[in-house]
Every structure is written in C-alpha cells, then in structure tokens.
C-alpha cells in the first residue's frame, strides 16, 4: 500500500500539471488577436500557433507513454514539466511569428510528456476503491484550467502583454518540479527491462500528424490526401505492431470490451463539445455583439460546472456502478448541444446558459466514471501506455470536431467572415454542427449501454 503521503503528493502534482496544459491552450485563444497585432502576423501564419501545440501533444502522447512503463512513469512525467517550463520561457522571449511556433511545439511535447503519464501516475498510487475521487479531483483541475485560461488570460494580455502569460508558467512549473524531487521520491514501472519501439514510434508520430492535419484541413483536396496517407500510416503501423516483439502500441488493451468500448466512448464525448467554444464564441461576438470578456464568462458555465461536480461524481463513482453515470453524462450533453442548435439572432441569453449547464453536467458525469472504467480493466504494466491512450482519444477527439466544423462552416459560408450579410448561413452551419455533435452523443450513449456491466474492470 502507498504511504498517504505519497498519494496526496502525487495527486497535488498530476493536478497542477493538468492545471497548467488547458490554462495555456485557453488562454492563448484570448491573447491570439493581440499577438498578431504585436508580431504582424496574418490569419494563416497565427493559426499554426495553438495547431502546433495540439499536433505535438496529440502525436508524442502514445511513444511517451510507453517509454513511462519502460523507463518510470514519474521520470518521464519530471521530463514533461521541465520541457514545458523551458518553452514557456523562450516562447515569451519570441522575437517573431516563427521562434513563437517552434517554441509553442516545444510546450505541446512537454504538454505530452506529462498528459501520458498524469492518468497512470494516480492510477498506480490509488487503489482501485479510491482511485474514482482521486480521478475526480484531476478532471477538475482540467476544468479550473479551461475555467481560468480566458479569465485571468485576457487579463494578463491586457495588462501586461501576451508574454505575460507564458511567464505565469515558470514559476507554477518550479513549484511542480519542488514537489516531485523533495516529495516525490517513489518510481513506478511497469515494462521495465522491455525495449522501446523507434520505428513504430517514428511511423505512430508521423501518420498521426498528417492525418490530424489532413482531417482539420479536409474541405480542402490536400487535406483529404493528407487524411488517407495518415491513414494508411496508421494501418501500416497495426500490421507492423502484430509482429513485433516490444510494441510502442500494446494492442491486446483494446481486445478487451470493456476498454475498446470506453475509449471510444472518450474519443466520441470529445468529438461532440470540443468546437462548441469556437462555435459560441463566433456566435456571442458577431452576432450578438457582446465583448470577449462577457463571452468568456459566459461559457465559463460549463467549465466551471464541470470543476465543481467531477469531485462529487468522483467519490459516488468509488461506490456505484460508473457505466450509469456515463450513459447519464452522454444524455445531458446530447440535450445540452440540441438546445444550443436552435440559438438565434434574438434568442434570450439563458437560453444558451441553460445549454451550456446541461453540456458542463454531461461531462461532469462522464469525465472521472469513464476513466475510471478505462484504466480499471487494463493491466498494472501497461498504466503508462493506457493513460497515453486516453490523452490520445482526447487530443484526437478535439482535431475531429474542429475538422467537422471547418468543414460544415466551408459548405455553407467559405472563406468570408461572419458579417451582417451572412448571418443566415451561420446560424444554419451553428444549427447543423451542434445537431451532428447531438448525434454524436446520443452514438456515445449507446456505445456505453452496449459494453454491458464494468463489474470485471479492476
């Protein structure tokens, strides 16, 4: 058993770390207009900012986490912090556009090193009888980030700059880094003495880029090629992973129903809220003229919800069967998204508030149950490759809906602003997504009816 200490710590550092991640990928969607004013840079260039981030940290999360259950779970997890806290620093020092990218893919490798290994890290220190609160608390500090990032971001680029928000990293990464040496001295290690995969890595890094890439860029014919060369990167890899003896992706996780059918219930819930921002803050700004910092409290809502329930949820998790709390959380979601799909020029605004509180419960409900039913029916050995796994249905969950949305947004507007003149086709292309993301949902929910009881899970 594992000193109380020793849990509390763990959890304290998995939880400022998963703090840190959406606090920055947040934050830095409010200070983007700044940025390019200051940097002169055009909508192009600007956008490769934040996309770089979430192709690194969706791309490094799988190889990482195996080299976590070869290598020890806290050291890569020690890695990850230090390189993010790095690249905060240069990235604050950026002299132009360019060193801006390199530095911003930078953090997105330490995002990975650290999101790999956060899950497994708990999951190794938290028996399975607790391990639901604990899970609980770091879906929380996830959402205290989302939460914050706009908040207290477009205060800081306001007052003081957009580097300002890098540096607000530095010192929270040393406190995490204090932690881990002084407080933090156990390893966990499940593969140990196992060898590391560097072609099936190189081959999973690359293929997962492109076809990341092609799918958020599939309305144009290069992004649709993109997607199929990926693709076939990714079917090349499986056959290779078959036969070889140390694989960077333990295929057997997914033999099992339980896991399979959890994960991809992770990959949907992520499919179906995550362009929701995007898509409100277009709406709440260009068509209800409202600023970006009442924008931002209002969709704090559902991150704020989130924060507060995933504790709670957490602990009646520990005690009850946790596939009705995720058939429960795919429900409110599915509500909430249909709600916000008939929104309107003139709609009252606690409408969307309502919308927004069903979407925040659903995944309140969801997040920490899910998880736990995941990381529950794998085995101790391959913790590491497992938490990299859910890091990997989250980040390519988020790609998907931002590709779907381009996607619909190019079929009825094209490359235009959202001005007066167009009001009617966003509003369609606003009715259209959040339907499909519904869609999406009510799919989740029977996903999680039809992998039957998680008794077995550990």
């Not at 932690?179 to 995969?197: A, V």
Request: charged content about 10%; hydrophobic content about 55%; some cysteine.
């Amino acid at each position: 058993m594992v000193e109380k200490s020793v849990r509390n710590t763990a959890l304290l550092v998995v939880a400022l770390g998963s703090f840190l991640i959406p606090f920055m990928g947040s934050s830095l969607s409010i200070a983007l207009p700044i940025i390019q004013r200051d940097l002169a840079l055009n909508i192009i260039f600007l956008g490769w900012i934040p996309t770089v981030f979430v192709l690194a940290s969706a791309a490094f999360i799988l190889p990482f986490g195996r080299l976590g259950d070869i290598y020890g779970i806290k050291r890569i997890f020690t890695y990850g912090v230090i390189v993010y806290t790095l690249a905060s620093l240069l990235a604050a020092l950026s002299p132009s556009g360019i060193f801006l990218i390199i530095f911003s893919f930078l953090q997105g490798v330490g995002c990975s090193l650290m999101f790999a290994t956060g899950v497994a890290l708990l999951s190794s220190v938290y028996p399975a009888g607790r391990r639901g609160e604990a899970l609980g608390i770091y879906v929380t500090a996830v959402y205290v980030g989302l939460f914050l990032g706009p908040l207290l971001g477009g205060f800081l680029a306001q007052n003081l700059g957009w580097r300002s928000i890098f540096l607000f990293n530095i010192p929270l990464g040393l406190i995490l880094l204090s932690l881990i040496f002084w407080r933090l001295k156990t390893e966990w290690k499940g593969s140990e003495g196992e060898k590391f995969d560097f072609l099936g890595s190189s081959i999973y890094i690359i293929s997962l880029i492109v076809a990341l890439y092609g799918f958020s860029t599939i309305h144009e014919t290069m992004g649709k090629l993109l997607l199929l060369a990926g693709l076939l990167g990714v079917v090349l890899l499986v056959v290779m992973e078959k036969r070889s003896p140390n694989p960077v992706i333990k295929l057997e996780i997914f033999r099992n129903r339980i896991s399979s059918f959890s994960a991809l219930a992770l990959l949907l819930m992520n499919i179906a809220i995550s362009a929701m921002w995007t898509l409100l803050s277009l709406y709440f700004q260009d068509l209800r003229y409202l600023g970006p910092q009442i924008t931002a409290i209002i969709l704090a809502v559902q991150p704020a919800l989130v924060a507060l329930l995933s504790p709670l949820v957490g602990r009646a998790a520990d005690r009850m069967e946790n596939r009705m709390f995720s058939i429960l959380g795919f429900g409110s979601t599915a509500l909430g998204l249909l709600v916000l799909a008939f929104l309107d020029q003139n709609t009252v605004l606690w409408i969307p508030i309502m919308g927004l509180f069903l979407v925040g419960l659903g995944v309140a409900l969801f997040s920490s149950p899910t998880t736990n039913i995941f990381m529950g029916s794998v085995e101790r050995e391959v913790y590491g490759v497992a938490s990299a796994t859910l890091s990997t249905m989250i980040y390519a969950g988020q790609t998907i809906s931002l590709g779907i949305l381009l996607f619909i947004l190019a079929n009825y507007m094209g490359k235009v602003q959202v001005t007066a003149s167009n009001f009617p086709s966003f509003l369609l292309s606003l009715k259209t997504a959040f339907i499909a993301f519904a869609v999406i949902s009510v799919l989740g929910l029977v996903v999680m009816v039809l992998m039957g009881d998680n008794k077995d899970a550990n």
